[in-house]
């Protein structure tokens, strides 16, 4: 048997290093902003085949060394190319699910967190094993509807747009759940909620009180006279 020579595993974990940082500035946000859609998948494209290539854990670690998971860290574009495999990256998706959302709850900029988990996108190939993670994310965005900070669960709605569609078995605890957030104390929440149920085609139970009629006018002119004033 020929086992590698140290020399040899010098230049691929090297390769690695130089490759990875490559990445790291090229998904600097500032950066991947400035660029066309095609040109952004290109470096999503390359993500995934270095993802595919290396080690999982080494690049999980490289993850977690060089995307912290605040505003504009390019994060989101690492979860949308593993989302290319939920073979190798299913386990790693659902982790990531559970442990930004747990961070969210805990932090200030937890919308921003929330944020970062609209790269990842539903598994395309309909398996036992992707269902069953399908689900699982889908019961821990349910579960954040919930949470006590109207920007994390405003930013949980888009995210829910992504993940539960109406052949999902969690559509209808869905659609319960925007209609409870129609009672939310927020007024944010209340009107993404009836706006999201509305593009569901369904009709809220409750109708828009006085009370948010007016803000919604007195916020409306406070905008047309910030507008004007500068």
Do not use: C
Not at 96 to 118: M, S, T
Not at 165 to 193: C, F, M, V, W
Not at 195 to 202: C, D, E, G, S, V
Request: charged share 20%.
């Amino acid at each position: 048997m020929n086992y590698p020579q140290f020399n040899d595993i010098f230049v691929v974990v090297e390769t690695f290093i130089v490759k990875s940082q490559d990445l790291v500035e090229k998904l600097d946000n500032s950066y991947y902003s400035s660029l066309s859609r095609i040109q952004q998948k290109r470096i999503v494209h390359e993500v995934s085949l270095l993802a595919e290539k290396e080690n999982s854990l080494d690049f999980i670690q490289f993850t977690y060394d060089n995307f912290s998971p605040g505003r504009f860290s390019g994060l989101s574009h690492i979860y949308e190319a593993l989302s290319h495999n939920y073979t190798k990256w299913g386990n790693f998706i659902v982790l990531e699910f559970e442990r930004l959302i747990g961070l969210a709850k805990g932090r200030n900029d937890g919308h921003h967190i929330i944020k970062n988990l609209a790269g990842f996108h539903p598994p395309q190939h309909k398996t036992t094993t992707t269902l069953f993670l399908k689900n699982k994310i889908i019961q821990m965005i349910l579960g954040n509807l919930k949470s006590p900070k109207p920007s994390v669960v405003q930013n949980t709605m888009h995210l829910a747009d992504k993940w539960i569609d109406s052949q999902s078995p969690y559509h209808q605890a869905y659609i319960k759940t925007l209609q409870k957030l129609l009672k939310n104390p927020d007024l944010g929440t209340r009107e993404l909620a009836r706006k999201k149920l509305i593009k569901l085609k369904q009709t809220p139970l409750m109708r828009k009180s006085v009370k948010d009629m007016l803000l919604n006018k007195f916020h409306s002119i406070s905008d047309q006279i910030g507008v004007s004033m500068g």
